[in-house]
């Protein structure tokens, strides 16, 4: 079909015309419409041989026939029918639009994971110290806290949303090196 076609690389397209006309898709200097994905669902679309015009064509325009053809053609449905065929299957299967909606968000299960060490970290850095702790053993349980608290936010981080908690973790990088300077100055 394009063996008589003079292809242009610089250009990305042929420098000589579809020699099928518009039987061979709009534009006439691209490769012809897909006809695996590009279908005519409504049959607006007909195509005859010129020996289906009757024996007039040799009196009248040999060219009528084909322009009415295109004139028909500018109203045809072609197109790829697989979103269409998606649609249909999520709103009919229940089962795949759980497939569908799991597969763009993750697994329940690693959803859960993500969640229930969030919830670790969350309760690790928000816990309140015991009772009655001197200065020194309440900066030592302070730095403790802060340090686990860093390092699960980090591993957190770096686990599921890498940057999320940058800022939080260089604030608490900053509490603890001043917590670990007020307890080598202070405490024994």
Known sequence: YNRHRYYSPGLGRYITQDPAGLEG????????????TDTDPLGLWQ????????????IA????????????????WWHDTAPQ?????LTQCPEARMIMLAAMNGSTSSTNA????YEAYKNRCNQSPPPNLDF????????????DCRDMRQSWDNK???????????????????LAKTIADKCP
Not at 48 to 58: C, H, K, L, R
Not at 114 to 117: A, C, F, I, L, T
Not at 164 to 178: F, M, P, S, T, Y
């Open 25 to 36: 898709g709009w534009n006439l200097y691209a490769y012809p419409l897909n006809p695996v």
């Open 47 to 58: 195509e005859g041989s010129i020996e289906q015009a009757g024996p007039s064509w040799f």
């Open 61 to 76: 325009d040999p060219m009528e026939k084909y322009r009415q053809q295109a004139a028909i053609d500018l109203t045809k």
């Open 85 to 89: 065929r998606d649609l249909f299957l």
């Open 114 to 117: 993500r969640q229930s060490e």
């Open 136 to 147: 020194c053993s309440l900066a030592k349980w302070k730095l403790s806290r802060n340090k």
């Open 160 to 178: 599921w949303l890498p940057g999320r908690h940058a800022k939080n973790i260089a604030e608490l990088d900053v509490g603890i090196n001043k």
